[in-house]
């Protein structure tokens, strides 16, 4: 029975998780912005206490691989990748996207009925998103969209889709019109269905290189130097 550690730390969120096989044990969360780096080697610490598990009972670790905060997911993938560097186990990765629409899938009743579009703001009129049917199953791919009143026009006007997550507040203003775009309000990214999707890639040994595993940052970094001082 594999024990299954998952890290979320792609946005102001940082969340750890412990799962037995499909059971959850237990789960921790901060929402505190910019504290990920001092708080989650002590929440994971204080997880597998309270559960009663030691680090060498771990099988794997899983982590969410974004899209997401830059800081947060050097973060995550360092702990995630020191943890399994040292007790020499397996790293897994999860979409982000995937993991927060996994929430509101497994909330939703006959969500077959949806397709589902979690969404991450990217600051100004930009997101991360894709649009994924009930199965998760991509329809339109992980990318940066700039939102516009006419962005996914063509997959809103087949189904009802459900949009979600911190950036979804954006386009909620400019399809007010249009009843087949849906809203949920409040979903934010935890390490719980990071964990539970980890799971299925635990048993077909979907397994990351740890040594040159990566987030998905989705779009390059961009390091400006400071100006010259004038006297």
Do not use: M, W
């Given at each position: 029975m594999p024990y299954l550690l998952a890290l979320e730390t792609s946005s102001t969120v940082c969340s750890v998780a412990l799962y037995k096989e499909q059971q959850l044990l237990g789960s921790a969360e901060l929402q505190i912005e910019k504290s990920h780096s001092s708080h989650i080697t002590v929440m994971v610490s204080q997880l597998l206490e309270n559960c009663g598990i030691t680090l060498k009972?771990?099988?794997?670790?899983?982590?969410?691989?974004?899209?997401?905060?830059?800081?947060?997911?050097?973060?995550?993938?360092?702990?995630?990748?020191g943890l399994c560097f040292s007790l020499d186990i397996p790293l897994l990765e999860v979409s982000t996207l995937y993991g927060l629409a996994a929430q509101v899938i497994n909330s939703t009743p006959n969500p077959e009925q949806f397709l589902f579009c979690p969404m991450i703001d990217a600051r100004r009129m930009?997101?991360?998103?894709?649009?994924?049917?009930?199965?998760?199953?991509?329809?339109?791919?992980?990318?940066?969209?700039?939102?516009?009143?006419?962005?996914?026009?063509e997959q809103l006007r087949e189904r009802r889709i459900i949009f979600f997550g911190s950036g979804a507040g954006k386009f909620k203003e400019l399809v007010v019109n249009n009843s087949n775009a849906l809203f949920i309000d409040g979903v934010l990214p935890s390490a719980k269905p990071i964990g539970q999707?980890?799971?299925?890639?635990?048993?077909?040994?979907?397994?990351?290189?740890?040594a040159y595993y990566e987030p998905f940052y989705l779009k390059d970094v961009y390091i400006t130097s400071a100006g010259k001082r004038t006297n």
């Open positions: 009972e771990l099988n794997a670790v899983a982590v969410s691989g974004g899209p997401g905060s830059y800081t947060g997911l050097r973060i995550g993938s360092s702990t995630a990748k930009e997101v991360y998103a894709c649009i994924l049917d009930h199965q998760l199953q991509e329809l339109v791919p992980v990318a940066p969209v700039v939102l516009a009143a006419d962005t996914f026009q999707l980890a799971l299925q890639k635990y048993e077909a040994h979907a397994f990351e290189d740890v």
